[in-house]
T-cell receptor, first 112, second 113 residues
Framework: DQQVKQNSPSLSVQEGRISILNCDYT??????FLWYKKYPAEGPTFLIS?????DKNEDGRFTVFLNKSAKHLSLHIVPSQPGDSAVYFC???????????FGTGTRLKVLA | NAGVTQTPKFQVLKTGQSMTLQCAQD?????MSWYRQDPGMGLRLIHY???????DQGEVPNGYNVSRSTTEDFPLRLLSAAPSQTSVYFC????????????FGPGTRLLVL
């Protein structure tokens, strides 16, 4: 029972264009969502997060959108750069817990 | 700060052998956890700890033991390794409050033959 789903295993985008990574979840009780980036042979690093009381959070080139009615989360990267090529994981947490539920990841490749 | 450190980086075991994966953090974080990453499965929680002396099971705890005698260290023990435990293991930590970012170590790649 996958509560957090990333249905696109991979995505290729031209440098300078927008990358949109998607994440769907099934549990309406999730109250905090995060995106992590992972390079090969390294641990995941935190990218951006959003609380369920918001619908958008922005940090430089990265914006996360939350649509609670659709139980859908997306990460926008504008403009995309070759250094953004990595695997991106979305994660969600329940109130009062410290446990993350991760999606399966999307491999982004930004073409120069 | 070194952050979250893990040793070893890579290990090969034979079925039935035991070993301990080490994890340490120097950020005075209360919450620590272990994940495994398998192809197509994302990161799955094995065990976690909300403070010294307190541990609990995650999503996939079978075959693994943990203990937390200090705030800094959270070792993961495989008592009798199985090929199904071939994976990449990540340790993570956070301050342990709600909606807190977790920081991950670099990972340990384990191959069980």
């Amino acid at each position: 029972d996958q509560q957090v789903k990333q249905n696109s295993p991979s995505l290729s985008v031209q440098e300078g264009r927008i990358s949109i990574l998607n994440c769907d979840y099934t549990n309406s009780m999730f109250d905090y969502f995060l995106w992590y980036k992972k390079y090969p042979a390294e641990g995941p690093t935190f990218l951006i997060s959003i609380s369920s009381i918001k619908d958008k959070n922005e940090d430089g080139r990265f914006t996360v959108f939350l649509n609670k009615s659709a139980k859908h989360l997306s990460l926008h990267i504008v403009p995309s750069q070759p250094g953004d090529s990595a695997v991106y994981f979305c994660a969600a947490t329940l109130p009062g817990t410290y446990k993350y539920i991760f999606g399966t990841g999307t491999r982004l490749k930004v073409l120069a | 700060n070194a952050g979250v450190t893990q040793t070893p980086k890579f290990q090969v075991l034979k079925t039935g052998q035991s070993m301990t994966l080490q994890c340490a953090q120097d950020m005075n974080h209360e919450y620590m956890s272990w994940y495994r990453q398998d192809p197509g499965m994302g990161l799955r929680l094995i065990h976690y700890s909300v403070g010294a002396g307190i541990t609990d099971q995650g999503e996939v705890p079978n075959g693994y033991n943990v203990s937390r005698s200090t705030t800094e260290d959270f070792p993961l023990r495989l008592l009798s390794a199985a090929p199904s435990q071939t994976s990449v293991y990540f340790c993570a930590s956070s301050y342990g409050t709600d909606q807190e970012t977790q920081y991950f170590g670099p990972g340990t790649r384990l191959l069980v033959l």
